[in-house]
């Protein structure tokens, strides 16, 4: 097939059948004429979904009806589609939810189970009620009042807050997944990337020197993106405000890489350099990207720019692109690269810049208004009923009369933008936001970084990457004494989210829910051995008992018992979890086991990624010579698990 294959897993599924065809012909080759697209419930049961793990849609259908399946969780879990690169998700979730309507289940977009509305109800909610942060709008509209909410609701409502407010995102760090928190891309290991913005492409040599002394002075790898910035990986998160201030110092602001915003405006060098070159399609991309900066949306946002049609900033494959003509711009929206690439379908030809803008005004707002979460544009419009007809009536046409207020909407967000990490890195306070130990300033290597091609990357993960769980004959007794141990005054822990705590040669996670409830457990995620648990969302099931989601990739885990919560891996992941209490001063403690004691289980230096991870068996050689391996007796000494996988 030539040009736009999207659909050729779903024609090439309808030739194999040998079936009769669901519809004509013609709208096989055309599409339908309600400008819908058919989605993922409409192949034959032979279709393959997942092609990680070779799960066809007839599996899928079955496994729910016969296992009475009832979240998109328990279908990954007993089908393994979607627990690979990720990519085949929308369209599980659109067989799930079309399976359960055929079996007479009502289906409903809610959030999560903490609400009965969908992102787009929950947005007017927000906006009519004048709403302002999580807890009135879960008192509000909550199905408890008083939930801690969610991975789910949570960054969902901070989305919100941040499109009708442009708070400052750190306002609602509690909200806030990883990335957002710490206004970076987490990466293996627990590092972070560090991206600034370079409008269209376009930098001085002034700025690039900067970057490069910048990079050589933290040991970054740096590497040239798809969207023609520099990204800078390897950086440890007590560093980013170090980091970030030197470039803010430079001139550079936040690229918002980690965001779910606007990424980036990609250009070719148009009419100021090329021979082709129709518009100055570099101008033009460096006035969007400096317009919508900061812009936040359900998903993230990337846009393009061409000189002329020969379409070298690939703009019809972004979320909305312009490619100039002899009379200004053609308009095209709602494509998208990614696992499920898209075209951009033309929106308006001939378009003026200034009415440019307008018009991705209201296109961008509408989106931001009505799309459901971690929906991109080109998703949006495929389930929008009416397509791009009905999407130029509202944008062009201003058949739903609110081109004004979605303008008006706009243009409040363009003039509240404000620089993330400059903000930050002028806030003391924020800043302390982003040490690695809340009670001390020593720091710790949590992943061992290797060479390669002049440059240094963290180590490969091993296959198997649970630790050996080593034992004396003395050391379950050892775990079984505790005692009471200071971790540090209470107003260290802001409510709704965790701390990591240095004992000994460990990191432990001190939890303080907004329920004013403490919990403690090891830092260390035990699914990749990444120490970042105390960085993740926390959360509740509708039973008020809370657990923690990991940054990395969202395992959830009870902080009562440390049970892991992911349907299918119960067994295969647990932590261990200690007892917290506050004083009548105001004074946290921990119980736990000795310094010498826990650091035999949960020592960083034993249980951080290195070279040489693959081939002692996860332990990294570090094992005394009198240390044994043992399954058994960790249930009595707090652990979540009868054996000492965590």
């Not at 269209?200 to 002075?217: C, N, R």
């Not at 907004?514 to 926390?538: E, I």
Request: aromatic share 8%; glycine share 8%.
């Amino acid at each position: 097939m030539v040009g736009d294959t999207t659909d050729y897993g779903k024609l090439h599924a309808l030739c194999k059948s040998k079936r009769p065809l669901p519809t004509a012909p013609g709208e096989l080759i055309l599409g339908v004429k309600n400008g819908t697209v058919e989605g993922a419930d409409a192949l034959p049961d032979e279709a393959q979904i997942c092609s990680c793990n070779n799960v066809t849609k007839g599996t899928v259908r079955k496994l729910v009806r016969e296992k009475k399946l009832s979240s998109v969780g328990e279908v990954k879990a007993c089908s393994k589609a979607g627990t690979g690169c990720g990519g085949c998700i929308p369209q599980v979730v659109e067989i799930f939810e079309a399976e359960l309507k055929s079996m007479g289940v009502v289906v409903k977009n809610f959030v999560c189970h903490h609400f009965e509305y969908s992102r787009t109800e929950l947005f007017e909610i927000a906006k009519v009620k004048k709403l302002t942060n999580f807890a009135d709008i879960m008192a509000f509209a909550g199905k408890k009042s008083n939930a801690i909410g969610c991975e789910v609701c949570k960054p969902a409502i901070a989305s919100i807050l941040a499109s009708l407010y442009n708070n400052h995102i750190l306002d609602h760090a509690p909200l806030q997944d990883t990335n957002d928190r710490f206004l970076a891309n987490i990466q293996r290991g627990g590092s972070y990337s560090v991206v600034p913005r370079v409008p269209a492409g376009e930098i001085t040599p002034s700025k690039l020197v900067a970057i490069g002394e910048i990079a050589k002075e933290y040991g970054l790898y740096t590497k040239i993106t798809g969207g023609q910035r520099i990204d800078m990986f390897g950086a440890k998160k007590q560093d980013l405000p170090d980091i970030w201030e030197k470039l803010v110092d430079q001139g550079f602001e936040t690229g918002q890489a980690y965001g779910k915003s606007i990424r980036t405006v990609k250009s070719c060098v148009g009419s100021t350099w090329c021979r082709y070159g129709i518009g100055d399609s570099v101008g033009f991309a460096v006035r969007i990207e400096n317009r919508y900066k900061g812009l936040r949306s359900p998903h993230k946002l990337k846009g393009g720019v061409s000189g002329c049609v020969r379409e070298c900033a690939e703009a019809q494959s972004k979320d909305f692109g312009l490619i100039a003509t002899d009379k200004g711009y053609n308009i095209f929206v709602c494509g998208n690269g990614g696992a499920k690439p898209k075209h951009a379908v033309l929106l308006a030809a001939d378009v003026p810049e200034d009415l440019c803008l307008r018009y991705l005004d209201r296109f961008l707002m509408y989106y931001i208004s009505t799309a459901d979460k971690l929906t991109r544009t080109a998703r949006w419009l495929e389930k929008m009923e009416g397509g791009i007809d009905h999407l130029r009536r509202v944008v062009i046409d201003d058949h739903l009369k609110i081109a004004a207020e979605l303008e008006t909407q706009m243009e409040y967000l363009v003039s509240t933008y404000q620089c993330e990490w400059a903000a930050v890195v002028k806030d003391p306070e924020r800043r302390m936001k982003f040490r690695q130990f809340v009670n001390s300033e020593e720091t710790q290597d949590e992943i061992e970084f290797i060479p390669e091609r002049g440059q240094k990357r963290p180590a490969n993960w091993p296959k198997d990457t649970l630790p050996t769980a080593p034992n004396s004959k003395s050391l379950s007794m050892s775990l079984d004494d505790r005692t009471w141990v200071p971790i540090g005054p209470a107003h260290l822990f802001p409510k709704d989210s965790g701390e990591t705590f240095k004992y000994g040669d460990c990191q432990l996670a001190i939890f303080h829910t907004s329920t004013d409830k403490w919990y403690a457990s090891q830092n260390m995620c035990p699914h990749k051995r990444a120490f970042v648990l105390a960085q993740g969302l926390l959360g509740d099931r509708g039973d008020g008992v809370p657990y923690v989601s990991c940054g990395m990739h969202k395992k959830n885990f009870s902080l009562a018992n440390g049970k892991c919560l992911v349907p299918g891996e119960e067994e295969k992941y647990s932590l261990m979890t200690f007892e917290v209490k506050v004083d009548d001063n105001g004074l946290v403690h921990a119980l736990l086991p000795s310094e010498e004691a826990l650091n035999m289980v949960l020592s960083t230096k034993k249980l951080m990624i290195t070279s040489n991870s693959m081939s002692n068996g996860g332990t990294n050689g570090h094992v005394d010579d009198d240390v044994e391996i043992v399954s058994s007796n960790c249930v009595s000494s707090g652990c979540g698990d009868k054996k000492l996988d965590w």
